[in-house]
């Protein structure tokens, strides 16, 4: 059976402590709310993404992995919730290249102990996309069967998305995280070591204010009409812009 193993990967939503660049520019308070938002949402979406693995046939384990460790009681606390049968890990790791390196390496070896007969395919997503879907994850899944990585790329030169079917620290090991250049980095490291990656349709994150605007303008924004963080941000525009969480 091939195993599917799908990553929320986030840091604690507590005041002051996430989302510290949008922070700067619309508030802390509005900042949590915002990336609270964004863990609901893409739980659910994962939650989702999980179900269709398996009614496929596919076997399908949601994971979460936190920083900084032993935070569960912060994520309850804000109201952030995942099914109990997902397993929970502690981010470990100096940067933020060595945390997902490690991540990841931690699900597909677990999967390649197990000896499926038909591989493992994992997935890391980040929180602060709030345009992520099912079939934008299946996607991902998909484009494992004919390539060791796969990675959404964002419009500032980053990604939102990684995928693996073995592990591949040596893309990770960049100088510097937080600039425009992450993702050609990455690419590049992969090339050189015999990793070639394929890329999905970048979708918007939000790091900044400006964000929100690509976020709101994008087509799928107007589909999602259900999805929390959308309806923030919406409210927010209608507002002004003081204050996404209206508070």
């Not at 384990?61 to 397993?87: D, M, N």
């Amino acid at each position: 059976m091939l195993i599917h193993h799908l990553i929320v990967f986030s840091r604690a939503p507590v005041l002051g402590a996430t989302k510290t660049r949008l922070a700067g520019e619309v508030g802390a308070a509005a900042a949590l709310a915002f990336h609270v938002a964004c863990l609901r949402d893409l739980i659910a979406v994962c939650v989702a993404t999980l179900e269709r693995l398996r009614a496929m046939g596919h076997g399908a384990e949601g994971h979460i992995f936190l920083t900084p460790p032993g935070s569960e009681a912060a994520f309850a606390a804000a109201g952030v919730a995942w099914p109990g049968s997902w397993h929970v890990h502690q981010q470990e790791g100096e940067t933020l290249g060595s945390r997902m390196a490690h991540a990841l390496e931690k699900v597909i070896g677990s999967g390649n102990r197990a000896g499926p007969p038909d591989g493992v395919r994992a997935l890391l997503c980040g929180s602060d996309v709030p345009l992520v879907t099912t079939e934008h994850l299946l996607r991902g899944f998909s484009a494992l069967a004919d390539a060791d990585a796969v990675f959404g790329p964002t419009p500032d030169g980053g990604y939102h998305l990684v995928g693996l079917t073995q592990p591949a620290p040596q893309l990770f090991e960049l100088a510097a995280w937080g600039h425009g250049g992450v993702l050609a980095q990455t690419l590049a490291r992969g090339l050189a070591t015999g990793l070639p990656a394929r890329l999905l349709a970048p979708l918007p994150d939000v790091d900044t204010q400006a964000d929100i605007a690509a976020v709101l303008e994008h087509p799928l924004a107007s589909q999602l009409h259900d999805r929390e963080a959308l309806r923030l941000l919406r409210d927010w525009r209608e507002s002004g812009g003081d204050d996404p969480a209206g508070t």
